[in-house]
């Protein structure tokens, strides 16, 4: 059973895949990891042993991962917002930061769409 980082790898997956599970590791970061502790990132995560997993959590030390890695993001974030950057201006009003297009999409960043009156037609 691989715990690292308070995160429950899935046991069915390969080592490389398992990895990704946690935040900020993805499938490049997580070969390096596995090359850098001499294990075959093709192994499943049942199968390490208890010293492979060990040397996968120091070598994850030097990663910023987890709750470092989100308190960062959240941290650059509400600088951008302070200091009245175009993109803080974005995340302050919730909406895309990238330069999507905002006319037609965009509905994971808006919400749901906003109700509108329906207007009385003119009588001739």
Same mark, same amino acid.
């Given at each position: 059973?691989?715990?690292?980082?308070?995160? !429950? #790898?899935?046991? /069915?997956?390969?080592?490389? =895949?398992?990895?990704?599970?946690?935040? $900020?590791?993805? &499938?490049? *970061?997580?070969?390096?990891?596995?090359?850098?502790?001499?294990?075959?990132?093709?192994?499943?995560?049942?199968?390490?042993?208890?010293?492979?997993?060990?040397?996968?959590?120091?070598?994850?030390?030097?990663?910023?991962?987890?709750? !470092? #890695?989100?308190? /960062?993001?959240?941290?650059? =974030?509400?600088?951008?917002?302070?200091? $009245?950057?175009? &993109?803080? *201006?974005?995340?302050?009003?919730?909406?895309?930061?990238?330069?999507?297009?905002?006319?037609?999409?965009?509905?994971?960043?808006?919400?749901?769409?906003?109700?509108?009156?329906?207007?009385?037609?003119?009588?001739?």
């Amino acid at each position: 059973m691989a715990r690292i980082k308070n995160i !429950e #790898l899935p046991k /069915e997956k390969a080592i490389y =895949i398992g990895l990704t599970a946690i935040y $900020g590791i993805g &499938q490049s *970061s997580a070969k390096k990891i596995c090359k850098a502790c001499d294990i075959d990132p093709e192994i499943k995560v049942k199968d390490i042993t208890v010293d492979q997993e060990n040397a996968i959590r120091t070598e994850i030390d030097n990663y910023l991962v987890e709750g !470092e #890695l989100r308190r /960062e993001v959240q941290m650059n =974030i509400k600088n951008k917002m302070e200091i $009245g950057s175009y &993109q803080g *201006s974005r995340h302050k009003k919730g909406l895309p930061v990238h330069g999507q297009r905002t006319n037609r999409n965009a509905r994971t960043r808006k919400g749901r769409g906003k109700v509108v009156a329906n207007k009385k037609k003119a009588t001739k």
